[in-house]
């Protein structure tokens, strides 16, 4: 399986020169072919798009596209390739995921990239050479696993550079202490575990306030301006240190739970619905439940566990994990409901954590139920005592 190594690298301000011509010149081609392929009837095949790209070279116009390396201009117009392909396969139904919108134009404000193949660069020692660029010392974390297919230099909103590194990674067998886990997502409690343990999520309240700040400044100021530059660069660099902070939380904890577990279940959240309330969108997009569960599946083919998605109709909040009793749904205030049948306590979380692994392994949560005269109840509600206990907040 391919995966990627990504480092960070601290350019001179020669090959800070360099880069940023490459990331012009490879700005300029996608542009350009987004264009024609907008103007064109029918949409040109990766060859005309080389054709236009060679002929645009001898123009006066463009002829600065000779000064860098050719491959990262061929390789933006095979991703331009790729993402119609893409997008066209998302319209007719045969690309599996929500559906894609089509290329957009890029901008200078955004973050850049080039891809480097084999032939454009090298390696040596720690050094890693680029074509017409020059060697570039990235600050090496770990090793390489095996030699590079392919290296793209990026540059991020806040002027942070990276080399990543696509390598071929062998799986890793270890031996798995439990045989199965279940895992409940929520906002303040990141995850629960069916086996008692939580894991809480980052505070990113003082970084959120100060994105908040700088975003009223942005908004006043004029547009091309000096101040406004800056502004925009210091909101780049919290929005860089929020997200190195869940990246950070997510794979440590991703990590852990694939290590220790044969199978992990997880439930199939509607994240793209429920950041729609707008009480909890905010809280809910940071999260990053959906990058828990990308992880999470990634290094379980890694490490040769299982990875089980449960249907996200499944009542797990609803049903009772000792007798498989349904007591029907609870507000998101009841944290701690009593069961009517059994006289179990549980906590909310914890319990559907438990509900998730059952039904992850095949045993149904309420199958103790199917043969016995029991009706299940309607909605509980917080005055019913004998049903819900300690009614905290969210």
Request: hydrophobic fraction near 35%.
């Amino acid at each position: 399986m391919k995966a990627r190594y990504q480092f960070r690298f601290y350019p001179t301000d020669q090959q800070r020169q360099s880069l940023a011509q490459l990331f012009g010149c490879v700005r300029v081609v996608w542009n350009d072919a987004l264009a024609l392929c907008k103007r064109s009837e029918k949409l040109p095949g990766l060859n005309a798009l080389s054709a236009m790209l060679t002929q645009s070279k001898k123009t006066d116009e463009r002829q600065w596209l000779k000064d860098v390396s050719s491959v990262p201009l061929q390789q933006s117009l095979r991703q331009l390739d790729t993402a119609y392909r893409n997008f066209f396969n998302s319209c007719n139904g045969k690309r599996k995921g929500g559906k894609m919108g089509s290329p957009r134009f890029k901008k200078k404000t955004n973050s850049q990239s080039a891809e480097f193949t084999k032939s454009a660069f090298s390696m040596s020692g720690d050094t890693v050479y680029l074509a017409k660029i020059g060697d570039l010392n990235p600050v090496w974390s770990r090793d390489l696993p095996s030699e590079p297919s392919s290296v793209t230099v990026i540059k991020g909103c806040a002027n942070r550079y990276f080399l990543s590194f696509v390598v071929e990674v062998e799986p890793v067998q270890i031996d798995a202490k439990n045989q199965s886990i279940g895992i409940d997502l929520g906002i303040k409690t990141f995850a629960m575990m069916s086996n008692g343990e939580r894991a809480e999520s980052p505070d990113y309240s003082q970084q959120d306030r100060k994105i908040r700040k700088l975003q009223k400044r942005l908004a006043r100021q004029v547009k091309g301006s000096n101040r406004r530059h800056k502004t925009r660069l210091r909101i780049a660099k919290v929005h860089n240190k929020i997200a190195d902070t869940r990246k950070d939380f997510l794979h440590k904890l991703s990590t852990k739970v694939v290590a220790e577990n044969a199978v992990i279940v997880l439930e199939d959240l509607n994240v793209s619905g429920m950041v729609k309330n707008r009480h909890l969108s905010r809280a809910i997009s940071q999260q990053g439940w959906r990058e828990f569960r990308v992880l999470c599946e990634g290094k379980s083919e890694k490490y040769g566990r299982e990875f089980v998605a449960i249907n996200r109709w499944e009542p797990t909040s609803q049903v009772c994990s000792d007798c498989g009793f349904r007591w029907g749904k609870l507000d998101l205030k009841v944290r701690s409901v009593k069961c009517l049948n059994c006289g179990a306590e549980h906590d909310r979380d914890e319990n559907a954590a438990k509900n998730i692994e059952k039904v992850g392994m095949g045993n149904r949560h309420d199958s103790k139920w199917t043969l016995r005269d029991c009706k299940t109840t309607s909605v509980a509600k917080p005055s019913e005592a004998s049903r819900i206990t300690v009614p905290l907040g969210r």
